[in-house]
T-cell receptor, first 116, second 114 residues
Framework: AQSVTQLGSHVSVSEGALVLLRCNYS??????LFWYVQYPNQGLQLLLK??????LVKGINGFEAEFKKSETSFHLTKPSAHMSDAAEYFC??????????????FGQGTTLQVKP | DAMVIQNPRYQVTQFGKPVTLSCSQT?????MYWYQQKSSQAPKLLFH???????NEADTPDNFQSRRPNTSFCFLDIRSPGLGDAAMYLC?????????????FGQGTRLTVV
């Protein structure tokens, strides 16, 4: 079965600093991985996804993530944090190995705080 | 814009009083999901439809039911809400089977049980 683990439930950075949110996965099949962002009282918005086409994936709002099979990781980064990046971030893996509809298995989430 | 729309955004219901949450989509996606997200937790899948085929998660309480009368609409029925059912309920869609397509989420309905 697939699973993801997000290291660090809270991350705090200064505006303009590097953002690094960590995600490690476990999968019995080649994984499809996603990062979603959730603002307070909102739904989830896709930031980016890995579907095996390229290991470095660029997403919206300046975010990117690198798939590293040897480390079973898919960490999310942004070179320079902006106040508007403050939100909850979820890493997810598709459970397509056991489900024919690719339902998402989410990590516990990381709250990103951006300090002025 | 094509999207996933949930109504209402906020719902207050009485303990034990049946409540229905609705979701509509203009994306014409085959798959529709209902997730429950409790405070400071990850979304947890309750069930999903692939077209008209209903798939219930093993640990979804019987108190939760769903209907999908057509491609565009899906409903979540909570037969007898308890205080523990207070949560954000998220509807999502995806275009097809398989794992490499992302889910598109609605804005969610925040359910309060009093």
């Amino acid at each position: 079965a697939q699973s993801v683990t997000q290291l660090g439930s809270h991350v705090s950075v200064s505006e303009g600093a590097l953002v690094l949110l960590r995600c490690n996965y476990s999968s019995s099949v080649p994984p499809y991985l996603f990062w979603y962002v959730q603002y307070p009282n909102q739904g989830l918005q896709l930031l980016l996804k890995y579907t095996s086409a390229a290991t470095l994936v660029k997403g919206i709002n300046g975010f990117e993530a690198e798939f590293k099979k040897s480390e079973t990781s898919f960490h999310l980064t942004k070179p320079s944090a902006h106040m508007s990046d403050a939100a909850e971030y979820f890493c997810a893996v598709s459970d397509y190995g056991s489900s024919n509809t690719g339902k998402l298995i989410f990590g516990q989430g990381t709250t990103l705080q951006v300090k002025p | 814009d094509a999207m996933v729309i949930q109504n209402p955004r906020y719902q207050v219901t009485q303990f034990g009083k049946p409540v229905t949450l609705s979701c509509s989509q203009t994306l014409n996606h085959n798959v529709m999901y209902w997730y429950q997200q409790k405070s400071s937790q990850a979304p947890k899948l309750l069930f999903h439809y692939y077209d008209k085929d209903f798939n219930n998660e093993a640990d979804t309480p019987d108190n939760f039911q769903s209907r999908r009368p057509n491609t565009s609409f899906c409903f979540l029925d909570i037969r007898s809400p308890g205080l523990g059912d207070a949560a954000m309920y998220l509807c999502a869609t995806s275009v097809q089977q398989g794992g490499n397509t992302e889910a598109f989420f609605g804005q969610g309905t925040r359910l309060t049980v009093v």
